[in-house]
């Protein structure tokens, strides 16, 4: 991926919407390959996992009670691609600048103090536990062995994949921490916004 990650900020009106859904994020020099994904992977669930213990719904959902959902991920990795950081959230429309100033504050306080060694144990733990659930039923082994499929890796990584995942240290994650541009993250909303 040779674009350079760039700030800025785009509405999308949408009449009629109950909540302005909001995407942040900026690409990433990052494969399935990469010697730092399993990392990533880890810091995108500390930052934004499905759990409570993620550090933006501990801090957006159940601090401050400005939304339901937020959540961070890393996408676009398939066939080999260069991937993305993705923070996504809805808010109400009518606390929509207020909430986004808070999204924007809990990213950048997670960078300079939420990466720490017991936020990484806890997500880590969080992470293995919810791949094994995830192999009880057969739909969740098919999607498994789907994404082993697209992503190119062995039928064996279904058994080694929590082991990566228990080997990610601190300095691991830090090191991952530095490939993502904090400055120039950009932010798309879509939804019905406030009348100026």
Not at 54 to 75: K, P
Not at 155 to 182: C, G, M, N, R
Request: net charge negative; with cysteine; aromatic share 8%.
């Amino acid at each position: 991926n040779t674009k350079k990650a760039e700030a800025g900020e785009k509405h999308i009106s949408l009449a009629d919407k109950a909540n302005v859904d909001v995407i942040m994020g900026a690409s990433l020099p990052l494969t399935y390959a990469s010697e730092h994904f399993f990392a990533m992977k880890v810091l995108a669930e500390m930052l934004g996992g499905t759990s409570f213990t993620s550090h933006l719904m501990q801090t957006i959902r159940e601090r401050d009670g400005l939304t339901y959902g937020v959540y961070a991920r890393l996408a676009g990795l398939e066939g080999g691609a260069d991937g993305y950081l993705k923070i996504w959230a809805n808010f109400s429309p009518a606390r929509y600048a207020h909430s986004v100033d808070m999204l924007k504050k809990e990213v950048s306080n997670f960078f300079s103090l939420g990466i720490t060694g017991e936020a990484l144990e806890r997500n880590k733990e969080r992470i293995c536990g919810a791949y094994q659930v995830s192999l009880s039923t057969t739909t969740g082994l098919a999607s498994v062995l789907h994404n082993l499929a697209t992503q190119g890796r062995p039928l064996d990584y279904l058994e080694t994949f929590p082991q990566h995942i228990e080997t990610v240290t601190l300095d691991a994650v830090h090191a991952a921490s530095d490939l993502i541009p904090k400055r120039d993250l950009s932010i798309v909303a879509a939804g019905t916004f406030p009348k100026s």
